[in-house]
């Protein structure tokens, strides 16, 4: 089970950190994965990381302002999104598979219930 929380209402060029708190002794076996989806848009990938943390991935929108990581022990993975963008603007899902990094929301069998995130302009 996954549980997302973090978001909220900033304004433009702030940061929020989000955080997806997993229960079960197998976390450490699974590849991490944030999703996005705005109002009548389709759930997006954000960005992802493998079961050690050794490799990430990143949607070209989040490039070098959104950062992906993981505890092991803590059980739970991060989003730092900086300077973030009205565009940012979405329910923000965390998701979870077994094996190596994937993009499609297809790949992932697990997953959060979602934290809005709302930045205005």
């Known amino acids: 089970q996954l549980q997302a929380s973090g978001g909220g209402l900033v304004e433009a060029g702030d940061f929020l950190r989000l955080s997806c708190a997993a229960s079960?002794?197998?976390?450490?076996?699974?590849?991490m994965a944030w999703f996005r989806q705005a109002p009548g848009k389709e759930r997006d990938f954000v960005a992802a990381?493998?079961?050690?943390?050794?490799?990430?991935e990143y949607a070209d929108s989040v490039k070098g302002r959104f950062t992906i990581s993981r505890d092991n022990a803590k059980n739970t993975v991060w989003l730092q999104m900086n300077s973030l963008k009205p565009e940012d603007t979405a329910v923000y899902f965390c998701?979870?598979?077994?094996?190596?990094?994937?993009?499609?929301?297809?790949?992932?069998?697990?997953w959060g219930q979602g934290t809005q995130v709302t930045v205005s302009s």
């Open positions: 990381i493998t079961w050690d943390g050794s490799s990430t």
């Open positions: 998701a979870a598979r077994r094996g190596g990094i994937a993009i499609l929301t297809t790949m992932y069998r697990h």
């Open positions: 079960g002794r197998t976390f450490s076996t699974y590849a």
